[in-house]
């Protein structure tokens, strides 16, 4: 098993060296400096495992430290009286609420399919190692971040061992769990809706206890740890026994889904853009009069309605259900109340940000190119300026519509939010719902043009193009900026409307012009 | 050497793609897999490799009078899509695979002598494998398919983007395993198919059935296949 996780390690290790080289080998300067011999230089191999060592240490610390700072803010937010308890109690719930959205032995990654399907490893070997891996890894991490943060709270160092415990015991328990789950309904838990969300939106319930008083004891946590450390030992010896790793492994890793999880795990890859079986019919009366692009547009739309809508329809779930909780606490709390409608009045630009956020512009755009765009654009005809500006005006259209559902609830739960904790003149009401609508189609826009200005894509769904992620870069960057400027929202709703009026004609303007020459297949 | 295929089904929720096929294969011989379209070859190679359940049936692996069932650690698979490491030299996956493997392996070769086999030039051997042509990573895959010496070898549609020496050089590499493996090649080239195999199995109707050997280079031959290719639904 030692030497599985030394050669899974090595193999991964590898892996991230070259692409770590080869990702300098595209910046503009070091392009010329590097040569293809880079690949068997091993000086340069050696420094760059240096880099890549301390990059990789660096992250998993700098990550684990970030999430022990959300638990202390958000303990701060919740309750000011007892922050430790508070903090042990957030940390507990979500160690439940990542056992619950994170199965890490089942998951399909690519470096699971090389490991055991192309590099032949023995899969409960290789299982085995990679659990013990992350256990061991989290228990570090924790263990560091406890001690640190020991020294802004005051929890006592049994309560710590006990919290540091549980969160390997839990870890075992839900692999073991989602295991089960895999084998009997041969899919995982988090594609079942109802249960997934459920469970968290429960888990989450859980987590505002404090709010109202409820803090558990630290004999609570003993308790658990000691029911936890039971369950996780039957689960141990389960997946000790176990012996189908292999076969679990090839039905959960298929070559198409380790692909898609290759780089942007969370959305870029092929299972999530591609077309849903239940969408392949579509109802006669959705095509009625419909013809030319806008007959193809729309067959487009209604194939990939799921994918499309799908993130876009949860998070305006997620965004309502916020909205609801912010209404019922500004009730009871004054002082949240005061600080919501000074945010609202004067912090407008931070919406920016949380609108580039929510923005379903890529994975949209991700959806096109997969399923239409990279086999038309073998086409000669479908390159035609007028066919591709009449194309991108309907496809604005659509991609506008999607992004709409979540900006709706944001604009709504503002202008809801803006009434109840005090009032303002009726045009701020009036520009506070417009501007978040108006951010929504500014940003479907500005992802639907770079997509056809800079299409960085190649047929497996890769970005091919340095510039496009410098665009995302920067428009990260300016709205970053724009979030920390302070305007009042009727100045900034009026810039936001004129600034994306102008940006959609010069953008109609792009596409016609230019769209030609940048729109095709790399 | 025997492979035995025991009543297997496999359905795509109601649509039957392999319906209660027995057919054995043995050592010694290139099974040529002949199939239109959508017949279900690589859903057959799926089912044997285990990479999707079967619905029913089993698959029998027999050596020397002792039965056991076919595991995918006695398979070599070599898809039609070659699956490679993108960001590993050749060199790298190569050194790794035999690293992993070296007690499993009989008669270890070097590096080099292994890159020899499927023709892969020095200079090509330290590029990243995201860089090589499909038919190099064809080679790849073929290559390392071969050192682990599987018992049963599943090809589907290999040799079309080798080039004509490489084509040649594991033509004859076949040709050499055979006495002891038991080889099923997928291809939709006939010519391949005649040229190579010793046997012809055609996939219709869901069903397996092996056209026997006669001169395999007459067209007689050539025209009976297509006949049993035929599918009055289609024509």
Known sequence: ?????????KIDLTYQINAFLSLLKRLPILRDLFTDDIWKSKNIKKVARIFVMIYLVLKKIIYRFLYFLVIYVLSFFLTKENLSGTFCYIYFIFTLIGMWIHNQLLDP????????????MDAKKYSRSYLLWNLFTSFLFNSLCFF????????????????????????????????????????????????????????????????????PSSSFFFGVMIVFFILSFIC??????????????????????????????????????????????????KLKGKKGYDLFNTIFMERHKEILFRSAKNYACILGIIYIILIFLIKSNENLSLTIHSFLSSHLGCFVLIMYFINRGAIITQAMFFNCDHAMLAYNFYKEPDVLLGLFKKRLQSICIINLLPAFV????????????????????????????????????????????????????????????????????????????????????????????????????????????????? | MKLKINGLDKSYGEHEVLKKINFTFEDGKIYGLLGRNGAGKTTLFNCLNEDIEMNAG????????????????????????????EFLTAREFLSFFLEIHKTKINSLKSIEEYFEIVKISPSDQDKLLKDYSHGMKNK?????????????????????????????????????????HIIIFSTHILELAMDLCDSIVILNKKQLHEIEKKNLNTQKYKDEIIHSLRDENYD
Request: charged fraction near 15%.
């Open chain 1, 1 to 9: 098993m030692i030497n599985t996780l030394k050669m899974s390690l």
């Open chain 1, 148 to 215: 640190t943060f020991s020294f802004f709270l005051s929890i006592s160092p049994l309560v710590i061992v006990c919290l540091i415990l549980f969160s390997s015991f839990a870890r075992i328990i839900g692999e073991t769990l989602n295991i089960l789950y895999y084998k009997k309904y041969h899919t995982f838990w988090y594609h079942n809706n109802f249960l997934y969300f459920s469970v968290l939106g429960f888990l989450l319930v859980l987590l505002f206890l404090p709010v109202i008083g409820i803090l």
């Open chain 2, 58 to 85: 089993e698959v029998i692996l027999e050596e020397n009078g002792i039965e056991k069932e076919l595991t995918s650690s006695d398979i070599g698979y070599v898809t039609a899509t070659p699956m490679v490491p």
């Open chain 1, 236 to 285: 141990l010896s389960y997946l000790i026994k176990m012996n189908d790793f292999l076969l679990l492994y090839k039905t959960a890793n298929t070559k198409k889904m380790a692909m898609n999880m290759q780089q942007q795990k969370a959305y870029s890859k092929q299972a999530l853009v591609e077309m849903k079986t239940k969408d392949q019919m579509i109802h006669n009366k």
């Open chain 2, 140 to 180: 790849m895959q073929i290559l390392i398919n071969m050192i682990m010496n599987p018992k049963v070898i599943l090809l589907d549609e290999p040799l079309t983007s080798l080039d004509i020496v490489v084509q040649e050089e594991m033509k004859k590499l076949l040709k050499e395993m055979k006495k002891d």
């Open chain 1, 410 to 522: 944001i604009a709504l739960g503002n202008t809801v939010l803006l009434w109840l904790t005090g009032s303002v003149a009726i045009p701020i009401y009036i520009t506070t719902f417009l501007f978040i609508l108006v951010l929504s189609i500014f940003f479907s826009v500005h992802y639907l043009v770079i997509y056809y200005l800079l299409q960085p894509y190649n047929q497996e769904l890769d970005m091919k193009k340095i510039s496009y992620s410098f665009v995302l870069f920067l428009t990260y960057f300016f709205t970053y900026f724009l979030s920390n400027v302070e305007m009042s929202s009727f100045a900034f709703s009026i810039f936001g409307l004129f600034f994306t009026i102008i940006y959609i004609i010069v953008a109609l303007i792009l596409i016609k012009t230019k769209a030609k020459d940048t729109f095709h297949l790399n």
């Open chain 1, 109 to 120: 990654t690519l470096k699971k399919y090389f490991s055991i399907l192309l590099f032949q």
